[in-house]
């Protein structure tokens, strides 16, 4: 498994970053404190709070393209 630290402040940012982690056939989750969802859900994702960092856990050993396509939304 696979952690690094995100931002998705703006609603363009979640339209572009579901479409995204879509392609991945392996589980990814977004956590934010306790809460927990799957990253591929548009109103998981918008249940969060937004304005903090959020904490993406890909689930799989092989996920560097992941980490290349997701390299905007990194902090």
Not at 22 to 44: C, M, P, Q, T, W
């Amino acid at each position: 498994m696979k952690s690094v630290t995100i931002s998705l402040r703006m609603a363009e940012d979640v339209k572009e970053f579901v479409p995204i982690v879509e392609k991945y056939a392996f589980d990814i989750d977004l956590r934010s404190g306790r809460f927990v969802v799957n990253a591929k859900s548009i109103l998981g994702i918008f249940s969060l709070d937004l304005s903090k960092p959020i904490v993406l856990e890909a689930h799989s050993e092989n996920c560097d393209a992941l980490i290349a396509d997701l390299k905007k939304f990194i902090i």
